[in-house]
């Protein structure tokens, strides 16, 4: 049972425009969610995050949004560079302490053409 | 780069073998996370250590185990190897014990191509 979905394995959008990733999950008691990139050959590294009291967090060209009713939340970039060609995932937790795990979606790949 | 450090980058081995995967985590940091991530999956959590104790189980098979030493390097170790078992294993490292902040960082990862 995959608790952290993401229902689109790739997307391709012209460089300028918005990439809009999406992100749905099932499991009501996850308060922290995150995004993580992913470049060919390297580790996923951390993006951007959001807690479960917010709706929107904004970092530079990076916004995620959060609907905690609909279970959903989304990645937006804008504008779209073709150096933000990667695997997107998508990961929440909840829990204390050890007990705090991420749980991943499958991941986005967004390619930005040129 | 993370600061977490795997070996090998890649492996190809044949069923029924046994390796070990080898992981260094960024300097002070005390938990050590072990991901598989195959073909169409996300990043599944295997298994988790803090300062040399394990902490947290994940969707980790019998077949495997791991191990955090006093040097808080870490091994992950794949026995009895099925085809199935090929995937990229990513290490991460942690200062505390909780996954739920941007406190994670990950290795590059390792190849393991079982034939």
């Known amino acids: 049972d995959q608790q952290v979905k993401q229902n689109s394995p790739s997307l391709s959008v012209q460089e300028g425009r918005i990439s809009i990733l999406n992100c749905d999950y099932t499991?009501?008691?996850?308060?922290?969610f995150l995004w993580y990139k992913k470049y060919p050959a390297e580790g996923p590294t951390f993006l951007i995050s959001?807690?479960?009291?917010?709706d929107k967090n904004e970092d530079g060209r990076f916004t995620v949004f959060l609907n905690k009713s609909a279970k959903h939340l989304s990645l937006h970039i804008v504008p779209s560079q073709p150096g933000d060609s990667a695997v997107y995932f998508c990961?929440?937790?909840?829990?204390?302490?050890?007990?705090?795990?991420?749980?991943f979606g499958s991941g986005t790949q967004l390619t930005v053409l040129p | 780069d993370s600061g977490v450090t795997q070996t090998p980058k890649h492996l190809i081995t044949a069923t029924g073998q046994r390796v070990t995967l080898r992981c260094s985590p960024r300097?002070?940091?005390?938990?050590v996370y072990w991901y598989q991530q195959s073909l169409d999956q996300g990043l599944q959590f295997l298994i988790q250590?803090?300062?040399?104790?394990?902490?947290a189980k994940g969707n980790i098979l019998e077949r495997f185990s791991a191990q955090q030493f006093p040097d808080l390097h870490s091994e992950l170790n794949l026995s009895s190897l099925e085809l199935g078992d090929s995937a990229l294993y990513f290490c991460?490292?942690?200062?505390?014990?909780?996954?739920?902040?941007?406190?994670?960082?990950f290795g590059e990862g390792s190849w393991l191509t079982v034939v």
């Open positions: 300097s002070g940091d005390l938990s």
């Open positions: 991460a490292s942690s200062p505390g014990l909780g996954q739920g902040s941007n406190t994670i960082y």
């Open positions: 990961a929440a937790s909840a829990g204390f302490g050890s007990a705090r795990q991420l749980t």
């Open positions: 959001i807690s479960s009291i917010k």
């Open positions: 499991n009501s008691m996850f308060d922290y």
């Open positions: 250590y803090y300062n040399g104790e394990e902490r």
